[in-house]
């Protein structure tokens, strides 16, 4: 199934009620839905001259029927219209729903601050995977499977980014090497300028396509750029075990998550390293941080008994948590409906944070000491915990839904943090595991490489 839109296409049809539509003859001067596809989804309106409907449809060219699989807008307030006898035009429209708002770019610079911009994405990536597609139950969507790397070790890597090229790069923590995974899943390793126990701790895709590792030792800063040449550069401020995973805020800048660290950090667009105040600090305070809709960075609870977030204005406050426990949560990420969810660790019930601001928690199927660290929003909307002791994969769907699956490789500390590859799979980036790890899917819109699509949401 693939979604497709083509120009100047207007059919009749005499359907009537809630369900699947029978398509006539062209206009004369227009195509029909056969320029679709058998089986392809697009968007389509239906219309009287009085009551309308635009949605998401699946065309079928058995019966030469297009389905209503989901409506963006009607006359009938957002409802399927119930249509009576009488012609009615079909067409293939340029909804409002793709284009209204600001669009989501790679570099966040517009959908952090546009709520109307996040909306009309949240319903179009929702939109995408329509048609039953399940994601990570060892089936023919979500097969978990290995694959070989060149370097591996104990706590050699922690956290992934993926780069414009397609490529995923691991982020060293005590590696000597980098290492990286192509889209054609090439696996291949590259010199680093600056290595040391523990160095880094995450990563980030800056607007211009460097990427930027997460200082939690290293006393510089080191990242790699768009064609590979990597290099060091200066920090404000460094400490032991620093920081813990970054964000890529709205205007540009790359913010660093304070583990230990009593100031932030960031780096701007322009390369300049500064810090600011926290109004929170403790040990082991916060693990990784996820970019709300509305351009807040949240910091996610690790030992810390209150959440703190700086706004897109610079502002740092901090907030209530229903939950908090001794390394609790490890990572966090950014639903489609809006909502940070906070990766379980130690923690015994899930924690999220809704678009308007409120904190609540959840059941979990599966809970263990240091069970996952770091989490992956996968193309249907399912959110993907990757495993780090946890002996079993675990996700939360769209609507909420927790459930489990078989992994085909487990080892203590195996894995920790995770990247959605272009082809819409989900790399887990190994720890101390031997092989890498991946989970399958084959999404109704296959995520290419110049996919514009918000590059906060795989950040570990």
């Known amino acids: 199934m693939t979604f497709l839109t083509r120009d100047r296409i207007l059919v009749t049809s005499t359907t009537t009620g809630t369900g699947t539509f029978t398509l006539g003859a062209a206009t004369s001067g227009y195509q029909d839905f056969t320029q679709i596809g058998n089986g392809n989804q697009t968007y389509y309106t239906i219309t009287n001259g009085t009551d309308w409907e635009v949605g998401v449809g699946t065309y079928t060219s058995s019966g030469t029927t297009l389905s209503r699989d989901t409506v963006l807008a009607s006359s009938n307030s957002g409802a399927k219209v119930d249509w009576a006898a009488g012609s009615k035009d079909v067409y293939v429209p340029q909804p409002a729903a793709a284009t209204q708002g600001s669009a989501p770019t790679g570099d966040n610079s517009s959908i952090g601050t546009d709520q109307v911009a996040w909306d009309n994405f949240s319903k179009n990536i929702n939109a995408s995977v329509r048609g039953g597609v399940t994601f990570g139950n060892n089936s023919t969507n979500g097969v978990v499977s290995t694959f070989s790397l060149v370097t591996t070790g104990g706590s050699f890597y922690n956290g992934g980014v993926l780069a414009p090229n397609g490529d995923i790069h691991f982020v060293p923590y005590a590696a000597s090497r980098g290492q990286k995974v192509s889209s054609v899943g ?111 960075i949240h910091f996610v609870p690790y030992d810390a008994v209150v959440g703190q977030k700086i706004s897109s204005a610079g502002v ?70 990757v495993p780090l002791y946890a002996t079993v994969g675990q996700k939360v769907s769209a609507a909420g839904v927790v459930s489990t699956y078989s992994l085909a490789y487990t080892i203590a500390n195996a894995f920790a943090g995770g990247v959605l590859s272009t082809d819409g799979s989900i790399t887990f980036i190994p720890f101390s595991a031997a092989v890498g790890q991946k989970i399958s899917t084959n999404p109704a819109i296959p995520f290419g490489v110049d996919t514009c699509i918000s590059s906060y949401l795989n950040k570990f």
Request: aromatic letters at 12%; zero cysteines; charged letters at 10%.
């Open 186 to 296: 090439t696996v291949s390793t590259y010199s680093l300028v600056y290595t040391t126990t523990d160095a880094y701790e995450g990563g980030v895709l800056a607007p211009n396509g460097d990427i930027h590792f997460v200082p939690r030792r290293a006393n510089r800063g080191q990242k790699i750029n768009a064609s590979g040449v990597v290099s060091t550069y200066s920090l404000v401020y460094t400490t032991v075990v620093a920081y813990y995973g970054g964000v890529l805020a709205p205007n540009g800048d790359i913010h660093f998550i304070p583990l230990n660290a009593v100031v932030g950090q960031k780096v701007s667009s322009s390369g300049v390293v500064s810090t600011y105040s926290l109004v929170y600090t403790l040990a082991a305070a916060y693990t990784g941080g996820v970019l709300a809709p509305n351009g807040d």
């Open 316 to 385: 740092v406050s901090t907030y209530s948590l229903v939950y908090t426990a001794q390394d609790s949560y490890q990572g966090g990420v950014l639903a489609s409906n809006g909502e940070i969810h906070f990766v379980p660790n130690n923690a015994v019930v899930g924690q999220k944070i809704s678009i308007t601001g409120i904190v609540s928690t959840y059941g979990l199927v599966y809970t263990a000491t240091d069970a996952y660290r770091g989490g992956v929003l996968a193309p249907n909307g399912d959110i993907h915990f």
